[in-house]
């Protein structure tokens, strides 16, 4: 069959008259690299193919705000990023910049922010220019509950556990689709022909509010694959393990993910994890009624005792929450800050309650563990969660170790990984970072002329430089590196869902306080979308798109860091008057502690007053005589 295609072909066009057949390691180009539609095509249903329009989610809030605050369907939607993601200011900076590189690439990053503004059409300008109305509400509710198991779809079994669809023109069924991808992934979703519902709940044979089809794919984590596994179909995995570019003006030879660049690959991380293979019980780390956790939705939409629609009284006691909780503690700020709440139904509350949730997840995705060893100090941290830690979007998002050693008087006398809160600038060099770096090989950086090695221009990059965040329960090497998943420049054993660093203690350390700390955007990717995005860059009546995420990291505390995992201990053996830290008390201990106090050190504060004077030397000449334990 031949594939389908609704696009603008005046669109195409323009670019595809320059566009030269070869691979881009052959060919050098002034950006944007000379792409079409079709190198970015993947199958499933294609725009304006659909029978029905998609309704209004706000609609929906008719009959599911159920008035239950912290249950409520409608509400947790609206106040997360799924319903928020076309209208996330970080999302158009990416957007504009990976245009400039990668000419039409917007296309792929439109069809899961706005997918309904994709299906009708109106993904073109790939800048999001023409999304309108209700495109905006970004992973709508109508979208989300017609969409249809792409293994399934074309199922004739009178079976009600699968979704029953048929395709290739049979009236009343999904014309518009002519393949599925293999290993769905990048938006490449199928959609009903109709306004059909779906969920995993029987409604009855009495319901009647609007047309439904019972779905187990609603509550299966391959539904979570088909936006969160995301690849650059522009790409081809070539035998040598590395990436080039397709011929021009084409679509990828398979569809297949694993066959193409991967740029996220959370739900892959899931599935070659211990909780896809069965539940396991968490204890209600993560909320919900139930300790089982096994699917991305038993993390994400945890079960609750509660309604589903205002006009059915009773409660469900496995409603999943709608909340779509994941790391993001302030983009909600600045969606309100630039949009109004009439349009995106936000309130100070939905925004405060939605940031207190995220912090919760970050809270319960870890643990710390802290031992003592001789001179060494071991910070071990664990993943509680399904998937790497951290995951999803690799630039700009990370977790690091911080680590103060106080002496016995309460100074800090030494921090690891420090972090300022008014210049967003963190010491990188003398603790663990958690985070994943991407880039571009010598082929691509001779081609684009993107220096060659770590790069954010996310729509070319083709290398992997570092990985080194934590896995999941059930790691091997091999799972992972199947699913192009491995870790990269470091290296955990099969069976390792956690990560140990070692600090030495210093002089005088009585005890130290350990923190991991996650952090969505850093200052350094953030001045990037405001520094490499072209349009208008410098115009104060014309902002950028980086710019204005710029502008809003800034008013919304630069991206707060989020506080994971704290914990304190008491080291063994601290001997104060041993200043040299040899073990003796001799006269070049009292050298050391006099010099320290000339120079009002930390350490030779013994009392702890803020004075370097005759007491803290009394102090230690009484803490001298006394020896060490």
């Known amino acids: 069959m031949s594939m389908i295609r609704s696009r603008s072909a005046a669109c195409v066009s323009g670019v595809a008259a320059v566009a030269v057949a070869g691979s881009l390691v052959a060919v050098s180009y002034a950006a944007p690299v000379p792409t079409t539609l079709e190198d970015f095509f993947l199958p499933g249903t ?28 409608y509400e947790g939607w609206v106040s997360s990023m799924m319903g928020q993601a076309a209208r996330d200011p970080l999302f158009y900076a990416c957007l504009d910049i990976a245009n400039q590189d990668v000419a039409f690439v917007g296309d792929l990053c439109i069809r899961c922010h706005a997918p309904q503004g994709w299906l009708g059409g109106r993904s073109t300008p790939t800048d999001g220019s023409a999304l309108s109305g209700s495109d905006f509400n970004g992973v709508g509710c109508n979208f989300c509950h017609r969409m249809v198991d792409p293994e399934n779809f074309d199922n004739p079994s009178p079976t009600p556990a699968v979704d029953r669809e048929v395709f290739d023109g049979v009236p009343g069924t999904n014309d518009g689709v002519d393949a599925v991808a293999p290993n769905p992934h990048t938006g490449a979703y199928v959609v009903d022909f109709f306004d059909r519902r779906r969920g995993p709940f ?27 596994d995301v690849s650059n179909p522009a790409f081809t995995a070539q035998p040598d393990g590395t990436y080039a570019l397709n011929d021009l003006d084409t679509a990828h030879p398979t569809a297949d ?29 993560f909320g919900g009624a139930n300790p089982l956790v096994s699917s991305c939705q038993d993390c994400h939409m945890p079960d609750q005792n509660a309604n589903a629609c205002r006009l059915d009284p009773t409660a469900r006691p496995n409603m999943p929450q709608h909340a779509f909780n994941g790391g993001n503690n302030w983009v909600l700020k600045a969606v309100r800050s630039l949009y109004p709440d009439s349009e995106t139904f936000l309130t100070e509350q939905l925004v405060d ?12 995705a870890s643990d710390m563990e802290l031992s003592e060893d001789g001179t060494e100090l071991t910070v071990r941290v664990v993943n509680q969660s399904g998937h790497k830690l951290p995951t999803g979007y690799p630039e700009g998002r990370r977790m690091w170790v911080n680590v103060k050693f106080f002496d016995a008087t309460d100074n800090m006398i030494l ?5 300022d809160d008014v210049t967003a600038d963190l010491t990188t060099g003398d603790t663990k970072v958690y985070e994943a770096k991407l880039g571009v090989d010598a082929a691509v950086s001779a081609a684009t002329g993107i220096p060659e090695g770590e790069s954010f221009h996310f729509a070319a990059n083709n290398v992997w430089i570092k990985d080194n965040r934590i896995p999941p329960r059930g790691f091997t090497n091999a799972n992972f590196d199947s699913v192009q998943a491995s870790p990269v420049n470091y290296t955990y054993a099969d069976g390792q869902y956690w990560d140990d660093t070692l600090y030495t203690i210093p002089k005088g350390a009585a005890y130290a306080e350990v923190r991991v700390y996650f952090q969505l955007v850093s200052k350094e990717y953030i001045t990037f979308l405001r520094d490499a995005n072209d349009a208008s860059v410098g115009d104060p009546l014309n902002p950028s798109s980086g710019e204005i995420a710029y502008e809003q990291w800034e008013l919304h505390g630069k991206s707060p860091k989020v506080e994971m995992d704290f914990g304190t201990i008491e080291f063994n053996g601290v001997c104060i008057p041993d200043f040299n830290n040899d073990g003796e008390l001799d006269f070049f201990d009292l050298s050391a502690f ?18 370097w004077d005759f007491f803290d030397v009394s102090a230690f000449l009484n803490l001298f005589s006394q020896g060490c334990p």
């Not at 009002?600 to 004075?611: C, F, K, Q, V």
């Open 202 to 228: 029987d409604l009855g044979p009495d319901f009647f509010y609007h047309e439904w089809e019972l779905s187990p794919f609603h509550a299966n984590s391959a539904m979570c694959a088909t936006c969160h």
């Open 353 to 364: 309650d939605s940031i207190a949730r995220a912090e919760y997840m970050l809270e319960n």
């Open 257 to 285: 993910k694993y066959d193409m660049f991967p740029v996220e690959r959370t739900y892959s991380e899931w599935l070659m994890s211990d909780f896809a293979a069965a539940p396991i019980d968490m204890g209600g780390r």
């Open 46 to 73: 294609q725009p304006e193919t659909l029978n029905h329009s998609f309704s209004d989610s706000n609609n929906c809030q008719a009959c599911h705000t159920v008035f239950e605050h912290d249950f409520d369907p």
């Open 594 to 611: 006099l010099m320290a106090l000339s120079n009002e050190m930390p350490s030779a504060d013994i009392n702890g007053d803020m004075n």
């Open 415 to 419: 921090e690891h990984g420090a972090y």
